[in-house]
């Protein structure tokens, strides 16, 4: 939902990893407890706003087949899908019932559209073996609106998998939505600690938009994730 005229954007590289929490020393910089502002991104969420112009209906597309996606950088295109594949139907089902559930909870409306170039964002399914990066949303350089989620479906679609995958793409649906991680400062705020793995860093218990879990994945946003969405978005709307 972000238009950018600048190279290629790359807003999150999504990392689940077992690793040993290290010290930290850089937290009393930080609100040391949850905030709105502290998971806002102002300068995302600005080009949301300017994308949408008042708009309340948000429409994205599914690359339920696996089609090849182009992403430019510079002059030539590059194939930053080096391994495409499906959507497993039953994580395309998942996708549905979240956005839904998300027209209920925030004031926009999702609707899945079947043409690409008529979408706000896509979501999108590679397989990059061996690697670390389990998400990314990228933007493209010119001549489109679109940010598109990329998500890592290298392990098959294996329940275990799946679950985690719902976790990834929240993430990233967080971040389509100017939702930022809690340990970036770089818009002058944030939660804890600076530092993504540190014993003080915020966890998928506490926010979506955290890294570090505590061997339990979620397939719903945490309530810090929906306080936010609804300052920034407003309740959904109800009809009498």
Sequence with gaps: MRRTSQVILSYTFFFFANVLATPD???HACSQQFTIAGLIQPAWLHLDYQQLNGRR??????NAHGNRLLLKTGNAPQNLLLHPKPIPASFQHYIQQTTERLSKAINLHFIRVYDKDKSD???????TPDSRILGLSAGLEQHSNQINIILN????NSLIIEKKMHSVFLHEL??????EHPFDDSDG???FTTTAWSRQSATKTD??????FQDQYYDWYRPHDLKTL???????????
């Design 57 to 62: 209906t948000v429409y994205y597309y599914v």
């Design 174 to 179: 967080g971040h389509v939505l100017g939702l």
């Design 25 to 27: 020393h850089t937290q």
């Design 189 to 191: 705020d944030c939660i």
């Design 207 to 212: 926010t979506q938009m955290a890294y570090r």
């Design 153 to 156: 479906f290298c392990e098959g």
């Design 121 to 127: 964002f896509t979501i999108n399914a590679s397989c």
């Design 230 to 240: 609804t300052a920034i978005w407003g309740p959904a709307k109800t009809s009498n």
